[in-house]
């Protein structure tokens, strides 16, 4: 994503997140600041700072498609903890999040298996 599509990205949830009563203008200013300078997603920032929940966030964040991370959190399968470490992982390596999180033995193969076969919506039922 170029930067001024990123930038614009991050400044639309953060209004949500402001329209919602989670962050404060002044929280989203010093938020969008550290996510310039650490390269973190606004949310990711937001919760850092405890400022936010992971659920207030999912609930602000538009909804495209449910990632393998937030599946296998919402199943309880792995940590809020784990997912971050993965994800700093993944970013530094770029491998698989599913493969670290394997390698890592947090969770078995046939659960990452079944998770990535198995359509979002019936996952929740």
């Avoid at 639309?12 to 002044?26: D, H, K, N």
């Avoid at 990632?67 to 997912?83: D, P, V």
Wanted: aromatic share 6%; with cysteine; net charge neutral.
């Amino acid at each position: 994503m170029k930067e001024s599509a990123h930038h614009f990205a991050s400044s639309l949830i953060g209004q949500r997140l402001i329209e919602a009563g989670y962050l404060t203008e002044a929280q989203l200013r010093e938020a969008l600041e550290a996510q310039e300078k650490t390269g973190l997603l606004l949310g990711e920032v937001c919760m850092l700072k405890g400022w936010l929940s992971y659920s207030q966030l999912k609930e602000c964040l538009p909804q495209l498609r449910t990632r393998l991370g937030e599946k296998l959190l919402a199943l309880g399968y792995i940590t809020m903890e784990q997912l971050w470490l993965a994800i700093l992982e993944q970013r530094q390596t770029g491998h698989k999040l599913g493969e670290i999180l394997v390698r890592r033995g947090w969770i078995d193969r046939s659960v990452l298996d079944f998770v990535l076969a198995t359509p979002a919506h019936k996952l929740d039922s």
